[in-house]
């Protein structure tokens, strides 16, 4: 490799190894003839992410954040609000009857949240994977709970858990006009486009 880099230029060099790392280089436009992103099937679904009053105290959001990025999901809303009761009565209201809610309601109402829609191919599926289990005991190392909490009444962030549920959860949580439609320019890298 070193002989072959004293030999060409970078560019050359790019070329030789893969004409698809050429096109990525040149630019952010998506070549003539390749697929629409809308093609792909998936790739719009969105989910709701919310940093929890935990995880906004204990200053977690930018780590939150920045593992959704890495993943190569799009951030397309994004808030900081002080929760309703109301909100979160419609939000958890199939937990009304656990000997947890009223602290959970509390909890959640204890500080400000910074609430999301992250889109993106199996972003639902994902994004529950990445946050972890419930429970931050039985978390994996490497999943946001499993790293940055040890008990489940204060498990630093939540994730949409179906895709009737990501919907519903959206609507709930975020006007029409608070999420953006914008196109990322890694596509290529992303998706295979
Ligand atoms: N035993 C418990 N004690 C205290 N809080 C709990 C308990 N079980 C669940 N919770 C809280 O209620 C939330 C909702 O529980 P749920 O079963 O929906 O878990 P989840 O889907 O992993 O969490 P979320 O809906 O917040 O993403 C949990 O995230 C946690 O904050
Ligand atoms: N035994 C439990 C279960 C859930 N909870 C809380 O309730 C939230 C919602 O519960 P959930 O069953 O939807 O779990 P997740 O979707 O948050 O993983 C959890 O994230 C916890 O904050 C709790 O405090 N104690
Ligand atoms: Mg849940």
């Known amino acids: 490799m070193a002989m072959m880099q004293r030999c060409f230029s970078n560019r050359i060099l790019q070329q030789f190894c893969s004409g698809t790392q050429v096109t990525l280089l040149s630019g952010c436009h998506r070549a003539a003839g390749r697929r629409s992103l809308s093609s792909v099937p998936g790739v719009r679904e969105r989910t709701l992410i919310a940093i929890k009053p935990d995880g906004v105290q204990r200053r977690l959001v930018g780590q939150i954040i920045q593992r959704f990025e890495q993943r190569g999901f799009k951030l397309v809303g994004l808030k900081m609000l002080q929760v309703s009761d109301d909100l979160l009565s419609q939000h958890y209201g199939q937990l009304r009857t656990k000997p947890f809610y009223p602290g959970l309601l509390q909890y959640m109402t204890s500080g ?10 199996k972003v639902i ?68 486009l």
């Open 112 to 121: 400000p949240v910074v609430a999301m829609v992250w889109e993106g191919y």
């Open 125 to 192: 599926e994902s994004s529950r994977m990445m946050v972890g289990h419930t429970n931050p005991a039985e978390a994996q190392p490497g999943t946001v709970r499993g790293d940055f909490s040890i008990h489940v009444s204060r498990n630093v962030v939540h994730a949409s858990d179906s895709v009737e549920g990501a919907q519903r959860e959206i609507q709930l949580w975020f006007k029409g006009k608070e999420l953006l439609n914008w196109e990322c320019c890694d596509h290529a890298s992303t998706f295979g």
